[in-house]
């Protein structure tokens, strides 16, 4: 059994079901901590959840900002990342743009470097 996260009716990952229901969960603590809606619907009807490209953009992209600004902890960072690069992969097969932010530093910009190439050795392996 799996679980299919669509566009407009074109199906972009199709995760395990118990992989999909951990992935809701974590949206759901993230559109608490970053303050915005994902734009990632509710796994119905069918196992079937609708991705809205425009509030899913601005979401990664404050998600994005969010890594960057306030994961200043290992901790943080190590918690976050992993969801962060399957979001990536996600926005990229949906066609949304990231807006990356300007780096203050050389570490920001190889973090963020990391989250890019993460994110897009991802979507190379996720099923659709």
């Given at each position: 059994m799996s679980q299919y996260y669509e566009v407009h009716g074109t199906t972009v990952w199709n995760?395990?079901?118990?992989?999909?229901?951990?992935f809701l969960r974590f949206v759901r603590v993230f559109e608490i901590e970053v303050g915005v809606p994902s734009g990632i619907g509710p796994a119905e009807p069918n196992d079937i959840s609708e991705i809205d490209p425009?509030?899913?953009g601005?979401?990664?992209?404050e998600l994005v900002?969010?890594?960057?600004?306030?994961?200043?902890?290992?901790?943080?960072?190590?918690?976050s990342r992993g969801f962060i690069v399957i979001v990536l992969a996600l926005a990229q097969r949906a066609g949304v743009m990231v807006d990356w932010p300007p780096t203050r530093s050389q570490w920001?910009?190889?973090k963020l470097n990391s989250l890019r190439e993460q994110a897009q050795e991802k979507e190379r392996q996720m099923v659709r």
């Open positions: 995760p395990a079901l118990g992989t999909s229901r951990q425009e509030v899913f601005a979401f990664v992209n900002r969010w890594y960057l600004v306030r994961t200043g902890s290992p901790d943080a960072d190590l918690l920001d910009a190889d």
